[in-house]
Nanobody, 127 residues
Framework: QVELVESGGGLVQSGGSLRLSCDAS????????MGWFRQAPGKEREFVAA????????YYADSVKGRFSVSRDGARDTVRLQMNSLKPEDTARYFC????????????????????WGRGTQVTVRA
């Protein structure tokens, strides 16, 4: 079993930046990739970004490309999401995810592809 704990959410002005972190614990040797989803009120959960631990391939939703960056702290089982140029439409609860399976461009956006989910951290961007 793997436990994921997010941190770093908060309130920020439009155009500002935030950095989210996700610490994984437990059987982390089983993890193939980690990433982030988000869910705004009244909307479905949507893919944001993901990173393969083997090879380091990254994937991003079109809505965040060029503004968000996902990375791993190699010394720790931690994944970070650097969010720049934030917009009000980025307001959502952000969930850290992990999977034991390889990623590809089709699977990466599918919530069913991920085995583990954190409880989420709230990001609010004020206009």
């Amino acid at each position: 079993q793997v436990e994921l704990v997010e941190s770093g959410g908060g309130l920020v002005q439009s155009g500002g930046s935030l950095r989210l972190s996700c610490d994984a614990s437990g059987r982390t040797s089983s993890i193939y990739a980690m990433g982030w989803f988000r869910q705004a009120p009244g909307k479905e959960r949507e893919f944001v970004a993901a990173l393969s631990w083997t090879g380091g391939s990254t994937y991003y939703a079109d809505s965040v490309k060029g503004r968000f960056s996902v990375s791993r702290d190699g010394a720790r089982d931690t994944v970070r999401l650097q969010m720049n140029s934030l917009k009000p439409e980025d307001t959502a609860r952000y969930f850290c995810v992990a999977t034991r399976w390889a990623l590809n461009s089709r699977a990466v956006v599918n919530t069913d592809h991920y085995d583990y989910w954190g409880r989420g951290t709230q990001v609010t961007v004020r206009a």
